[in-house]
């Protein structure tokens, strides 16, 4: 049963437009949110957060959206560059332990020149 | 210095070998933890470590024993696994504060064969 889902296995984004992820999430106890950026060969790098408290949090490019009614966030990637081609996994924790993040199943962002 | 190194980058080993992986950080992390990630699937939890003892076990075989000898170093000691093991392993660590952890950071993994 997926608690981080990401529905999106692959996106394709001209260069200089918005990337738009989606992330939907099940578990009603989540109250953190991450999310997460991958190149081959190379571990997760953390991009940016939101905790439920908030509605958005933004940093230069990358803009997180949270709905909670909707259990659902977003990721803005704008404008959008080619070395911001990865996977972008979204993840989730709660207060019960948040030492226990939940990772979606990552969405594959290919941005072209 | 943000980074989190692992050794070996690529290991194989035989069911009935027994070898070691290795994780070290620098930035002062009092919480560590080891996932498994197998192809095109997202890192899945195994271990946490916060303050140097074993917090958290997912349900983990007994072939994988963690080890955190000080607040550094984190092993993953490997014996007598199966093929279905193969896998990337990645190392994580991160800041706490009380039961507030924040974002982590990770090392780049070992690519573990099981022949």
């Known amino acids: 049963d997926q608690q981080v889902k990401q529905n999106s296995p692959s996106l394709s984004v001209q260069e200089g437009r918005i990337s738009i992820l989606n992330c939907d999430y099940t578990?009603?106890?989540?109250?953190?949110f991450l999310w997460y950026k991958k190149y081959p060969a190379e571990g997760p790098t953390f991009l940016i957060s939101i905790s439920s408290i908030k509605d958005k949090n933004e940093d230069g490019r990358f803009t997180v959206f949270l709905n909670k009614s909707a259990k659902h966030l977003s990721l803005h990637i704008v404008p959008s560059q080619p070395g911001d081609s990865a996977v972008y996994f979204c993840a989730a924790s709660s207060k019960t332990s948040y030492d226990k993040v939940i990772f979606g199943p990552g969405t594959s962002l290919s941005v072209i020149p | 210095d943000t980074e989190v190194t692992q050794t070996p980058k690529h290991l194989v080993m035989g069911m009935t070998n027994k070898k070691s992986l290795k994780c070290e950080q620098h930035m002062g992390h009092r919480a560590m933890y080891w996932y498994k990630q197998k192809a095109k699937k997202p890192p899945e939890l195994m271990f946490v470590y916060s303050y140097e003892k074993l917090s958290i076990n997912e349900s983990v075989p007994s072939r994988f024993s963690p080890e955190c000898p000080n607040s550094s170093l984190l092993n993953l000691h490997l014996h007598a696994l199966q093929p279905e093991d193969s896998a990337l392993y990645l190392c994580a660590s991160s800041h706490r504060s009380g039961v507030v952890v924040f974002e982590q950071y990770f090392g780049p993994g070992t690519r573990l064969t099981v022949t």
């Open positions: 578990n009603s106890m989540f109250d953190y």
